[in-house]
């Protein structure tokens, strides 16, 4: 059984810490973390414009749509700020086995649990184009999956989205 757990959500809000214990569960899942992707495809000139974004995010699914045709289950945890990003990418993916997962967090706990001052930096002006203050964030409307990581904890999250793979069928009754 293969599927897809794309996690879109504000800077700070547990996607990362969610997708590694997640990975930690369930046997054979790779983890694209947003931090780690941009690393690999990024120009180094990027300057996170609402454009440049989104095709960032067309690369992200392709990428996924390969590892998922060769029958590997993907994670992956990037803020997706925008809805037309995200209907991009279920167009891309075109399959029942993606589920999209808003990781639900408040711009006030985001930018507590900030311990690299990427907000302090977007609001002093510093880091532009900062998804949450300087640049949108469209919370979605319709995701498969919601997890309020304000008031779960991480393995509580985690709990959730291997419930929700089981109730779905995506992964067998004893992981």
């Given at each position: 059984?293969?599927?897809?757990?794309?996690?879109?959500?504000?800077?700070?809000?547990?996607?990362?810490?969610?997708?590694?214990?997640?990975?930690?569960?369930?046997?054979?899942?790779?983890?694209?973390?947003?931090?780690?992707?941009?690393?690999?495809?990024?120009?180094?000139?990027?300057?996170?414009?609402?454009?440049?974004?989104?095709?960032?995010?067309?690369?992200?699914?392709?990428?996924?749509?390969?590892?998922?045709?060769?029958?590997?289950?993907?994670?992956?945890s990037?803020?997706?700020?925008?809805?037309?990003?995200?209907?991009?990418?279920?167009?891309?993916?075109?399959?029942?086995?993606?589920?999209?997962?808003?990781?639900?967090?408040?711009?006030?706990?985001?930018?507590?649990?900030?311990?690299k001052?990427?907000?302090?930096?977007?609001?002093?002006?510093?880091?532009?184009?900062?998804?949450?203050?300087?640049?949108?964030?469209d919370?979605?409307?319709?995701?498969?999956?919601i997890?309020?990581?304000?008031?779960?904890?991480?393995?509580?999250?985690?709990?959730?989205i291997?419930?929700?793979?089981?109730?779905?069928?995506?992964i067998?009754?004893?992981?």
């Amino acid at each position: 059984m293969v599927f897809i757990i794309w996690m879109t959500g504000l800077p700070c809000s547990g996607k990362s810490t969610i997708a590694k214990k997640l990975r930690e569960q369930i046997p054979g899942l790779e983890v694209l973390d947003g931090d780690q992707i941009g690393k690999w495809i990024l120009p180094k000139q990027f300057s996170w414009t609402r454009e440049e974004r989104i095709e960032n995010t067309i690369r992200i699914a392709h990428i996924v749509k390969l590892l998922f045709k060769h029958d590997i289950s993907v994670c992956v945890s990037t803020i997706t700020p925008y809805d037309e990003s995200r209907k991009l990418i279920r167009k891309i993916i075109d399959d029942k086995r993606f589920v999209e997962t808003y990781i639900k967090c408040s711009l006030q706990v985001c930018e507590r649990r900030d311990i690299k001052g990427m907000y302090k930096k977007a609001r002093t002006g510093e880091i532009k184009n900062f998804t949450g203050i300087s640049a949108p964030y469209d919370v979605p409307t319709n995701p498969d999956l919601i997890l309020d990581t304000e008031n779960s904890t991480s393995e509580q999250c985690v709990e959730n989205i291997q419930n929700y793979l089981k109730a779905n069928d995506l992964i067998p009754p004893t992981i």
